[in-house]
């Protein structure tokens, strides 16, 4: 059984994200900048953010975080977002989900710029994706794609793929990224009747569903790939997964863990992506 280590791996693709940054400073050029607007003081988004300062300051990025108090306005908040649309220093541009409870999030996610969506939330992003164009796509789906690569899963002729969440941020992107490679997908969710019984036909079984170790051995086919997207805390204090890893290790041929699974992957990405929108700004223009 292989433990696919997202932590080690991230580190390496963020090496060579560095190095094309460290190129792009080497030409005399500006080094690409993502900008996070975090509104209000929720814990678990404040940590998110620090991660990603972090993750930018590690590649050589630069990071500008606007933080900003719970009680403006949702007009405000698209104005912020807008003044980050016009300046064109800025690569890419996040914001920090879950937004407090009196904001729309949809219509602030589609005053990104299409080519500063680092998220790649935009509708204009989620079509590309679907009409299997070059776009911004989202940062967990494609570093869930990222890890079957490193395990040689690259071209998914001939397997089954199940994929139970179809959330806009995961679920449906990672289902057309799976079928772009050729693995028939099957998407599951709380409405599907017989879920361990899908699940067990699957070669590459990914979790997205947010409860916490609700995939345990009946879910799985001898010898499958199963990449654990889900963040739960336990009573305990402890992150785990959606996936029982205790109950499964012994009948899988791949897993990923969490916490240093698909995590470490999706802020990898997202450095990937504002590099991308970066060299796409340098080409065409903002
Ligand atoms: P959502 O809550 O948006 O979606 C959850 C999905 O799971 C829904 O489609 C829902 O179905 C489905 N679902 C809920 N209960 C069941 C059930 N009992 N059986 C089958 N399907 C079920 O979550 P996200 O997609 O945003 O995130 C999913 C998980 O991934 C969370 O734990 C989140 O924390 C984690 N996550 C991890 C990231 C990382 O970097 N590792 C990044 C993003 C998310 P329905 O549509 O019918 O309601």
């Known amino acids: 059984m292989e433990i696919i280590n997202g932590t080690e791996l991230s580190a390496k693709i963020r090496q060579t994200i560095k190095q094309e940054v460290e190129e792009i400073k080497t030409q005399g050029k500006r080094p690409p900048l993502l900008s996070v607007i975090l509104v209000g003081d929720n814990p678990a988004s404040q940590s998110y953010v620090r991660g990603k300062e972090k993750a930018c300051l590690s590649v050589g990025m630069e990071n500008r975080t606007i933080r900003l108090d719970a009680g403006i306005s949702q007009e405000e908040l698209i ?10 220093d800025v690569d890419g541009i996040l914001v920090q989900l879950p937004l407090p409870d009196h904001f729309d999030a949809d219509p602030i996610l589609d005053q990104i710029s299409p080519d500063k969506d680092v998220d790649g939330l ?10 299997g ?12 794609m990222e890890m079957l690569k490193s395990i040689g899963l690259e071209d998914l002729s001939g397997l089954n ?26 998407m599951a969710h709380s409405r599907t009747k017989d879920l361990a019984q899908i699940c067990s036909q699957a070669d590459i079984l990914i979790a997205a569903v947010g409860k916490e170790k609700m995939i345990t051995k009946e879910y799985i086919k001898e010898g499958a790939v199963v990449i654990d997207v889900g963040i739960n805390r336990m009573a305990n204090g402890k992150l785990c997964g959606d996936v029982d890893f205790d109950d499964v290790k012994d009948k899988v041929s791949a897993i990923t863990p969490v916490p240093g699974g698909v995590g470490p992957m999706t802020v990898c990405m997202l450095l990937m992506n504002t590099l991308k929108a970066y060299k796409e700004h340098e080409a065409y223009g903002r």
């Open 133 to 144: 164009r070059d776009g911004l796509v989202p940062c967990t789906p494609s570093g869930v």
């Open 79 to 88: 104005q912020v977002v807008r003044n980050q649309n016009e300046d064109p």
């Open 161 to 186: 793929a199940v994929v139970i969440g179809r959330s806009n941020l995961v679920g449906k992107p990672l289902s057309l990224l799976l079928q772009q490679k050729n693995a028939t997908v099957t």
């Open 122 to 131: 935009h509708p204009v992003n989620a079509g590309l994706l679907l009409t």
